[in-house]
């Protein structure tokens, strides 16, 4: 329909993060009938911990991570792979991304091949598309921001019409009112990994417990949205050229 336009894969929603830490997943789930009872559900507690990226976790954090693989080598390989996967989107031309995923590929061992095979799938099918990103580093999250945003505008206006609906969204960032506030915030402390004090947690193979955690209050300053008020918009649609 368009054959000048160029298709470029979406990295967040189909292959970075879904299909990267769907594969974890896949793995993590398999362990469940070779691990005991209790220990499996504070693995499953845990899981969010597994799909961030390794420089995103705080020392304490990956503390938690790195005695899950050290224990169960299987979920090892399976995280080095992901972990390996997201890199592919740091390399800077479609011929070094390319390179770097058949390396990649050729790493999988046979006992992870079915857990990344929606992985290489996408890449046999799609390959074009998704290097395309390498030249065109183009992303869906603008419209699915903005249509989370409709969405919002529509379930705190219960009962609006679609013209009122569509006159919030497309004049709210316009017309929109905005506030600054002073908020005092209640955040958990997050200890460095050379300040955990050695009773915060011990970890064996059958048992993971963590001390109670600490909070500290700030203050921050928000920006407050107060929205669009109906008469602001009826002057607006006033000004608006008539038919005739």
């Known amino acids: 329909m368009l054959p000048h ?82 890199k592919i989107w740091d390399c800077a031309t479609p011929e070094e991304a390319l390179a770097e995923f058949l390396r990649w590929q050729e790493s999988i061992p046979d006992d992870l091949a079915k857990p990344f095979r929606a992985i290489t799938t996408a890449w046999r099918t799609w390959r074009k598309q998704i290097l395309a990103y390498f030249e065109c580093p183009i992303t869906n999250a603008f419209t699915a921001s903005f249509n989370s945003k409709i969405r919002k505008a529509y379930q705190e206006g219960n ?31 997050r200890p460095r990994f050379d300040n955990v004090p050695q009773n915060a947690m011990y970890l064996m193979i059958g048992h993971m417990t963590y001390a109670k955690p600490e909070y500290v209050t700030r203050q921050v300053v928000r920006e407050v949205n107060l929205v669009t008020d109906l008469s602001t918009l009826m002057a607006e649609v006033d000004t608006w050229p008539t038919k005739g």
């Open 159 to 189: 009962g609006y019409s679609f013209e009122v609906l569509r006159a919030k969204v497309l004049f709210s960032d316009m017309l929109q009112k905005k506030a600054r506030r002073v908020e005092t915030v209640k955040v958990k402390k």
């Open 5 to 86: 336009v160029v298709h470029v894969v979406d990295k967040y929603h189909i292959i970075r993060i879904r299909m990267g830490n769907e594969a974890l997943e896949r793995v993590r789930r398999r362990l469940k009938g070779t691990i005991p009872g209790k220990l499996n559900l504070q693995l499953k507690r845990e899981r969010k911990l597994l799909t961030m990226r390794q420089h995103e976790l705080t020392d304490f954090q990956w503390l938690a991570v790195s005695g899950w693989l050290n224990n169960f080598p299987q979920l090892k390989r399976a995280y080095e792979l992901k972990e390996r996967y997201f």
